[in-house]
T-cell receptor, first 110, second 115 residues
Framework: QKEVEQDPGPLSVPEGAIVSLNCTYS??????FMWYRQYSRKGPELLMY????GNKEDGRFTAQVDKSSKYISLFIRDSQPSDSATYLC??????????FGKGTRLSVIA | GAVVSQHPSWVICKSGTSVKIECRSL??????MFWYRQFPKQSLMLMAT?????????EQGVEKDKFLINHASLTLSTLTVTSAHPEDSSFYIC???????????FGSGTQLSVL
């Protein structure tokens, strides 16, 4: 089993839809959880940064971490065509490099 | 968020030549920088971790003599692809953090094409 599992998609939704992106992981020592957005041929951009369990909201984005289930989610409300990108989950323990999911390709259709 | 500048954004070179990629943290001191490689529609593959003033730590399978990493200051790390070959063609991305407990920020990436 890979440390971090993420459905690669592609995921296609109509503009205005609520998007749900998810990752599961196997290492219970992970404490820091991140979501990055990557446009084609660009570096990843940090969207959300969460420590331990709980929810975090920033504008149209909400990140959830459920450590008991080893499951993290990113919700995008009122999705826009500009949200079309690859979304990468990433996580780490206290002092190790990030472990990335494979990324989910999202297309928001106008 | 913090700014990490990476140059060049793309480079084309002949087989056998060396290519240097620069990664700079513009508004914070980066004690640790990471170098990744990414193939089309694939996730990021960590190549090496570099701490300022120390030798880089390479991931298994990454040739340290081919991918030379220098992290001479708290704001600059360089990756030199030596004697490049077509199979080295890829998208290379650097990232930087002020400390292991801080957020990680990425450069914009470098597309390397070796002819």
């Amino acid at each position: 089993q890979k440390e971090v599992e993420q459905d690669p998609g592609p995921l296609s939704v109509p503009e205005g839809a609520i998007v749900s992106l998810n990752c599961t992981y196997s290492n219970s020592a992970f404490q820091y959880f991140m979501w990055y957005r990557q446009y084609s041929r660009k570096g990843p951009e940090l969207l959300m940064y969460t420590y331990s369990s709980g929810n975090k909201e920033d504008g149209r984005f909400t990140a959830q971490v459920d450590k008991s289930s080893k499951y993290i989610s990113l919700f995008i409300r009122d999705s826009q065509p500009s949200d079309s990108a690859t979304y990468l989950c990433a996580m780490r323990t206290g002092n190790t490099p990030l472990v990335f999911g494979k990324g989910t390709r999202l297309s928001v259709i106008a | 968020g913090a700014v990490v500048s990476q140059h060049p954004s793309w480079v084309i070179c002949k087989s056998g030549t060396s290519v240097k990629i620069e990664c700079r943290s513009l508004d914070f001191q980066a004690t640790t920088m990471f170098w990744y490689r990414q193939f089309p529609k694939q996730s990021l593959m960590l190549m090496a971790t570099s701490n300022e003033g120390s030798k880089a730590t390479y991931e298994q399978g990454v040739e340290k003599d081919k991918f030379l990493i220098n992290h001479a200051s708290l704001t600059l790390s360089t990756l030199t692809v030596t004697s490049a070959h077509p199979e080295d063609s890829s998208f290379y991305i650097c990232s930087a953090t002020a400390s292991v407990n801080e957020k990680l920020f990425f450069g914009s990436g470098t597309q390397l094409s070796v002819l």
